[in-house]
């Protein structure tokens, strides 16, 4: 199994452009997630997904979407990039809902800086 | 609202020496607690978890322990080695919940 995978690993974007964060598992995982992580701070949820077609927002959702068409794949949009969205993304994902003896895999993760 | 903080944001200590990393949390409703470690340029990594129904948890050279009371989570790591190095981040859940709530990382760097 190839677990998590993220691309691209790094980007660069101007304010105002666009991009999606591509995100896959192959562990058959219901539940996927989204984070960020800013410079020394620890992960803050954007968003998460229980399963195909059902996703729900997290923490900091302003200024991304997600969709769940398939259980392998959670790609994650930014419509308009801002400087504030500078920051590491982490997808992962689990098996069921945590809290059931069930750890989250996490991706490589994007960097993603706004310019 | 819900958090999770740790008491100390860096750890320094020496090859072979035993180290405790800190972690509070405020929801009284959290029932089960995973400790993850981030190596450098790596998205984190399982090491062990706990559920409030115990106090402590051991794994290899790692050992978890919970206070309910204080709401207070400890990791223990035996005979710490260079490869120890990371960023250290606990992670509390509410079980149905559906997500977990992470705090903000301890910094162990492991001296030769």
């Known amino acids: 199994n190839a677990g998590v995978t993220q691309t691209p690993k790094f980007r660069i974007l101007k304010i105002g452009q666009s991009m999606t964060l591509q995100c896959a598992q192959d562990?058959?995982?219901?539940?996927m997630y989204w984070y960020r992580q800013d410079p020394g701070m620890g992960l803050k949820l954007i968003y998460y997904s229980v399963g195909a077609g059902i996703t729900d927002k997290g923490e900091v959702p302003n200024g991304y979407n997600v969709s769940r068409s398939t259980t392998e794949d959670f790609p994650l949009r930014l419509e308009l990039a801002a400087p504030s969205q500078t920051s590491v993304y982490f997808c992962?994902?689990?098996?069921?809902?945590?809290?059931?003896?069930?750890?989250?895999?996490f991706g490589p993760g994007t960097r993603l800086t706004v310019l | 609202g819900e958090s999770v903080g740790l008491h100390l944001p860096t750890l320094s200590v020496q090859e072979g020496d035993n180290s405790i990393i800190n972690c509070a949390y405020s929801n009284s409703a959290s029932d089960y607690f995973i400790w993850y470690k981030q190596e450098s340029g790596k998205g984190p990594q399982f090491i062990i978890d706990?559920?409030?129904?115990?106090d402590k948890r051991q794994g290899q050279r790692v050992t978890v322990l919970l206070n309910k009371t204080v709401k207070h989570l400890s990791l223990q790591i035996a005979a710490t080695q260079p490869g120890d190095s990371a960023v250290y981040f606990c992670a509390e859940t509410v079980t149905n919940a559906g997500k977990s709530t992470f705090g903000d990382g301890t910094t162990l760097t492991v001296k030769p």
């Open positions: 992962a994902s689990s098996r069921s809902q945590p809290g059931k003896n069930n750890e989250q895999f």
């Open positions: 562990m058959n995982h219901n539940y």
């Open positions: 706990i559920r409030s129904n115990m």
